[in-house]
């Protein structure tokens, strides 16, 4: 099961570096306030424990004169009072005086009974904590081996006061933590800030070099990693701008090349035309070897006449100076017309849909220059019938809300190729590499699209099952509900 996404405010690096150095500040803050209290606690309890059972060792050392082996029920209690306050145990006497035996746990007597030294526990008697302890006394037999007595001496000790000092201790370290919260969050904000900041600052330069702002720099400051970032990023920056602007002035010189030698060579083409369309006209007069010839002629400097316009056509959209001439036209007008003055007759392996009475705002000559190119390019490389369609209305609407024009052509070839489609735009691109000689000069369709978008539309390109399609679409008025 996929998790759900963090929210947008906790996704970021500076919650997450803040959240780290506010945890670390607080494991510290109660490290240092748990590590207190162990100390104090100790501390506490041991300046109560051990006096009282270094003073109950000392009384009996001192006392056990007192006691007579084994003792009477006379020599417990005489013993007992001499200790003040402790009780004194053999077999199943106990003196008269000392602390209850109830309030001993039976564990500490068994530890006691088993022990050479003094054994302690502590206890919680009706919420009164208690610290118990007793000791055994010890006898040396004639032999000079030390062996229990079977005489126990057992005494407690009120810890209330001292556990009251524990709680109060308690209180003020989960305080003390508690009160680190606010400051080490503003101490993890500051920290987050300290180091984001260069970062910021690299994602905002980042962007701007993206937008090709080439020229932006950051400043270094000191030697950590990042200002190693930041000397690598102002290093790939400038290597970025002079490989751009190489790049830059080899394509401004590369157009101006190809412009330069188009126009060049109108002059030229023109007097070739008109040189061959006056051996078209004598070609039946010509020997049949030199009508050959003469067609031949004829027929490449058409080709390279085409290629030389598409050339400046292209240069024209490159440089920029591509206008738009707009005006209200008929659009099964325009389509019609356009289909006439190639010779493309409907019937002959063409079809129409254009819908009667629907005009748009567009520029005649570069409507005409796509319609072309699209029909022109499927009677060429489909397979008839080739089907024209122009659709308009409500049910024709682009992203931004505006009525819109598409006009199909289709045809039922082969289709393009799946490698070919994505490219199919792309300037000198031909479907089929073997028609190296074909009457295209590869530049069509991405004249065609260079038209649309400039109109504020675009030509796509698809396969259907039956052949190819593509799709011409451009604003029906300049902005949506727009009449002239």
Not at 129 to 141: E, I, K, Q, V, Y
Not at 365 to 380: K, P, S
């Amino acid at each position: 099961m996929k998790r759900p996404p963090l929210p947008t405010w906790l996704a970021g690096l500076r919650p997450r570096l803040a959240a780290a150095f506010a945890l670390v500040t607080i494991l510290g803050a109660a490290a240092a306030s748990g590590a207190t209290y162990v100390t104090s606690r100790t501390t506490i309890l041991g300046g109560v424990q051990n006096p009282a059972m270094d003073t109950l060792v000392e009384r009996v050392k001192a006392n056990m004169v007192l006691l007579a082996t084994p003792p009477t029920q006379s020599s417990l209690d005489t013993f007992a009072s001499a200790l003040d306050g402790a009780v004194v145990v053999y077999g199943q006497m106990r003196s008269s005086t000392g602390t209850s035996l109830s309030q001993i746990p039976p564990e500490l007597r068994t530890a006691v009974a088993g022990a050479d030294s003094v054994q302690f526990q502590r206890v919680v008697d009706d919420g009164i904590p208690r610290f118990a302890f007793g000791l055994p006394l010890l006898t040396r037999t004639a032999d000079g081996r030390t062996t229990h007595s079977g005489v126990e001496v057992y005494a407690t000790v009120s810890l209330y006061q001292q556990q009251a000092a524990i709680d109060e201790l308690a209180k003020s370290a989960w305080q003390t933590t508690l009160l680190a919260l606010p400051f080490a969050i503003a101490l993890a904000l500051l920290a987050a800030r300290q180091v984001l900041r260069p970062v910021r600052a690299l994602n905002t330069a980042a962007s701007q070099l993206g937008h090709g702002q080439l020229d932006v720099r950051l400043k270094a400051k000191g030697s950590d990693e990042l200002a190693q970032l930041v000397t690598t990023f102002n290093n790939t920056a400038a290597e970025l701008e002079r490989t751009v602007g190489t790049l830059r002035e080899m394509e401004a010189d590369a157009r101006r090349f190809v412009a330069d030698v188009s126009h060049e060579l109108r002059t030229p083409l023109a007097a070739m035309n008109a040189v061959t369309d006056v051996l078209d006209e004598d070609a039946g007069q010509l020997p049949a070897d030199t009508a050959v010839a003469a067609r031949l002629v004829s027929a490449e400097t058409k080709r390279l006449t085409r290629l030389v316009q598409d050339l400046v056509e292209i240069s024209r959209f490159d440089a920029g100076r591509a206008e738009l001439r707009l005006e209200e036209w008929d659009l099964a007008t325009a389509v019609t017309d356009c289909l006439a003055a190639r010779g493309w007759r409907v019937g002959e392996g063409l079809a129409v849909d254009l819908p009667e009475g629907r005009t748009a705002i567009f520029d005649r000559r570069r409507f005409d220059i796509v319609v072309a190119n699209l029909v022109g390019n499927a009677l060429r490389h489909g397979a008839p019938p080739v089907e024209v369609r122009v659709r308009t209305g409500e049910d024709t609407v682009d992203g931004a809300g505006r009525e819109v024009v598409v006009l199909t052509v289709e045809d039922h070839g082969p289709g393009i190729p799946e490698e070919t489609l994505p490219r199919v735009f792309d300037r000198f691109t031909k479907a089929d590499t073997s028609r190296a000689r074909s009457e295209g000069s590869g530049l069509g369709l991405a004249i065609a699209r260079e038209n649309a978008r400039l109109h504020g539309g675009d030509l796509t390109a698809s396969n259907t099952p039956d052949g190819a399609r593509f799709t011409f679409s451009l604003p029906r008025y300049p902005a949506a509900g727009a009449r002239p």
